[in-house]
T-cell receptor, first 113, second 119 residues
Framework: GESVGLHLPTLSVQEGDNSIINCAYSNSASDYFIWYKQESGKGPQFIIDIRSNMDKRQGQRVTVLLNKTVKHLSLQIAATQPGDSAVYFCAENWGTGRRALTFGSGTRLQVQP | GAVVSQHPSRVICKSGTSVKIECRSLDFQATTMFWYRQFPKQSLMLMATSNEGSKATYEQGVEKDKFLINHASLTLSTLTVTSAHPEDSSFYIC???????????????FGPGTRLTVL
């Protein structure tokens, strides 16, 4: 299930199921998007990125979909494993020269064994 | 992927002291590094952009005299929290931009973070 409130939204899935984590971005000028995984007490770990001239990109067990029309980004994780439990952030980048990332609010993924 | 290190990983200090945090790119040269701050259960907030050989660019609301940034080389940026107070307690994370072969989109790699606790 999913809960929204003062804490991070949480997505709970069973081990082996597929997970879909969603992200809405606000800047229509954004041209580069990244998904990061952050485990407790650690820095964000790069998962996959996509440029605005693409609508889908696949990695190992992960797929990122980009819908520029509605400014929506999703991360699909296939055959979710307990080690996938973490907080996932989407980040967007725009502008020439500055290259600063803006992070989304994050989603906590809990994988039930 | 590229590796970014941070030191120290944890620091506890008394109120009023200054703390220096180092961020290093280990296997690439980073002309630009970024410093973020993260409170519990919240997202990362950009504090400043550190450019090698020039002054850092601070985000609105971030005191440049409070958070001193020095990017003296292509592999090292430091963040010094001056006269730290309990409200400065947070998780500080740096990232480095790996220019790669495409200047239009650059992947950022993050350090492991530094947990600062000010008593």
């Amino acid at each position: 299930g999913e809960s929204v409130g003062l804490h991070l939204p949480t997505l709970s899935v069973q081990e082996g199921d597929n997970s879909i984590i969603n992200c809405a971005y606000s800047n229509s000028a954004s041209d580069y998007f990244i998904w990061y995984k952050q485990e407790s007490g650690k820095g964000p770990q790069f998962i996959i990125d996509i440029r605005s001239n693409m609508d889908k990109r696949q990695g190992q067990r992960v797929t990122v979909l980009l819908n520029k029309t509605v400014k929506h980004l999703s991360l699909q994780i296939a055959a979710t494993q307990p080690g996938d439990s973490a907080v996932y952030f989407c980040a967007e980048n725009w502008g020439t020269g500055r290259r600063a990332l803006t992070f989304g609010s994050g989603t906590r993924l809990q994988v039930q064994p | 992927g590229a590796v970014v290190s941070q030191h120290p990983s944890r620091v506890i200090c008394k109120s009023g002291t200054s703390v220096k945090i180092e961020c290093r790119s280990l296997d690439f040269q980073a002309t630009t590094m970024f410093w973020y701050r993260q409170f519990p259960k919240q997202s990362l907030m950009l504090m400043a952009t550190s450019n090698e050989g020039s002054k850092a660019t601070y985000e609105q609301g971030v005191e440049k005299d409070k958070f001193l940034i020095n990017h003296a080389s292509l592999t090292l940026s430091t963040l010094t929290v001056t006269s730290a107070h309990p409200e400065d307690s947070s998780f500080y994370i740096c990232s480095a931009r790996d220019p790669g072969g495409d200047s239009s989109t650059d992947t950022q790699y993050f350090g492991p973070g530094t947990r600062l606790t000010v008593l």
